[in-house]
């Protein structure tokens, strides 16, 4: 039986909370996230997988293994731990870079990059925001003003609500009509 990794992501409102109240934003994207991670003897033994054409493991961390997050966000905490809340956070392979003026945030990018690269980790620059004062993360919209949800997911909870509504008194009628 195989032991579960009990390292847990970062808490979202942990995350949502140390955004608050900083003026620019950046988020930096690891290029294939998972996939920079190698594996041990044993973990690939662990991630074999059998085809028509034969056996095969994985090299390299896959998205998709039960222990892949903990094992990420480990590596993460390692990397980032003396910046980690004061300057940044990371949910999974993005890191978000925070300050309250364009200098410090150059500064705070500058010592961010540098230990991921001094830890081997690459970035994805396509996918990488800078210098923005309103981000999008984990459903919320978070700039100087605050924290909020994203407009659209309110328009998915209304909607859920009116479907939910539907089913209860869907639900009633039978009721009277069995009755």
């Known amino acids: 039986m195989l032991k579960q990794d009990a390292f847990s992501i970062p808490d979202i ?3 949502l909370d140390s955004l608050r ?13 998972y996939w920079q991670l190698g594996m041990t003897d044993q973990a690939k033994e662990r991630s074999a997988f059998c085809t028509r054409r034969g056996l095969f493991h994985f090299n390299r961390l896959p998205f998709g293994l039960s222990g892949a997050p903990a094992t990420f966000c480990r590596l993460m905490q390692k990397v980032l731990k003396d910046e980690l809340w004061k300057i ?3 949910y999974l392979d993005d890191v978000n870079v925070y300050a309250k003026t364009h200098r410090e945030l150059l500064q705070r990018l500058n010592t961010v ?3 991921l690269g001094q830890a081997g980790l690459k970035v994805k620059p396509c996918k990488c925001t800078l210098f923005k004062t309103r981000i999008s993360f984990l ?3 978070v700039s100087e003003q605050g924290v909020n949800p994203q407009p659209e997911n309110n328009r998915s909870n209304k909607r859920l ?3 939910e509504m539907c089913a209860r008194c869907t639900c009633i009628l039978w009721t009277c009509v069995l009755l």
């Open 161 to 163: 609500a009116n479907s």
């Open 88 to 90: 940044c956070l990371f």
């Open 21 to 33: 109240d900083m003026k620019y934003y950046a988020i930096i994207d690891l290029l294939s996230g």
């Open 113 to 115: 990059i540098s230990v």
């Open 139 to 141: 459903g919320h919209v």
């Open 13 to 15: 409102r942990d995350a």
